[in-house]
């Protein structure tokens, strides 16, 4: 557990995701997914139930190659970040970065804060050389941060995401180690 003090003050906990926690994080999903049109899922489209989810979380934990962190303010979840990684020899050293921040949080150091974490415990896991993340070739700050981090584009998906009659291509990002 570590606590991060962001720029508006608040001092958020961050810490990894344990089972119980299952249906707080559905609920924190279904609600940021409404927030903006950068995920890849919208408002309460979460559709896991928590049994189904405390089962996920306690296989993440399992595995030395996949993680999901939280950040909290109290009892609210803040924020989620994820490595996930496949258990296959061939491509368990690549792991699958995943980010979101409740849209009260941007702007407060606390994306770049959860990379950083993730970019650390990858490094140091034993197995992770490689982190790959997605993201809408339109999401600017997102993307001028995963440069900031160390990643690099290594391709696009054109027309990948289709909202509100609109087609928007994706970015996929790489780091490796």
């Known amino acids: 557990m570590k606590n991060y003090v962001m720029k508006n003050g608040d001092k958020a906990l961050i810490r990894e995701a344990v089972p119980a926690d299952a249906q707080i994080i559905i609920d924190f999903y279904n609600v940021v997914g409404g927030e903006t ?14 049994d189904e989810y405390e089962t996920y979380i306690e296989s993440m934990a ?8 939280l950040a909290t303010l109290g009892d609210a979840i803040i924020s989620i ?16 970065l995943g980010i979101v921040i409740s849209q009260n949080y941007t702007r407060m150091g606390l ?17 992770t050389k490689r982190i790959s993340l997605v993201t809408r070739e339109d999401n600017h700050r997102a993307i001028a941060l995963y440069k900031k981090l160390g990643f690099e584009v290594e391709g696009l998906v054109r027309n990948d995401t289709y909202i509100n009659g609109v087609y928007y291509s994706t970015v996929i990002m790489g780091l490796l180690f």
């Open 111 to 127: 994306g770049e804060k959860m990379m950083v974490e993730l970019i650390d415990w990858a490094k140091h896991n034993g197995t």
């Open 81 to 96: 970040a994820t490595i996930n990684s496949s258990q296959k020899a061939r491509s368990k050293h690549n792991g699958t």
């Open 37 to 50: 049109d950068f995920l890849s899922f919208g408002g309460n489209e979460f559709t896991r139930n928590a």
């Open 62 to 69: 399992s595995e030395e190659n996949s993680i999901m962190l």
